[in-house]
Nanobody, 126 residues
């Protein structure tokens, strides 16, 4: 029902910035809590950021707090992840996900989401 298309991934030197975008089609975008997850080689997929559908409140993992920002533009059916001061440890496949009218703590875990994007590679080099 909902298709999520990601863009903006690539290679960036440590200290640089990237902005990931995830465009949604189908459904009513404003009714979906949107999340960003990432999975590095050999590691479990982890929650990076969440923006709640109703109030727009956000959550950031401690590992990215102060460096990353999640935002959304409901008119464009798009959620963004602005990544600044990139570190080598940020290298991962980044996934966006959508959860229909769900809040915290349901959206703190992968199983709280209804739809997933294909993933986009972010590589941070030294």
């Amino acid at each position: 029902q909902v298709t999520l298309i990601e863009s903006g991934g690539g290679v960036m030197q440590a200290g640089g910035s990237l902005r990931l975008s995830c465009a949604a089609s189908g459904g009513t975008f404003s009714m979906y809590t949107m999340g960003w997850f990432r999975q590095a080689p050999g590691k479990e997929r982890e929650l990076v950021a969440v923006i709640i559908w109703s109030a727009g409140s956000t959550y950031l993992a401690d590992s990215v707090k102060g460096r990353f920002t999640i935002s959304r533009d409901n008119a464009k059916n798009t959620v963004y992840l602005q990544m600044n001061s990139l570190k080598l440890e940020d290298t991962a496949v980044y996934y966006c996900a959508a959860a229909l009218m769900r809040g915290w703590p349901t959206v703190a875990t992968m199983r709280g989401y209804d739809y997933w994007g294909q993933g986009t590679q972010v590589t941070v080099s030294s």
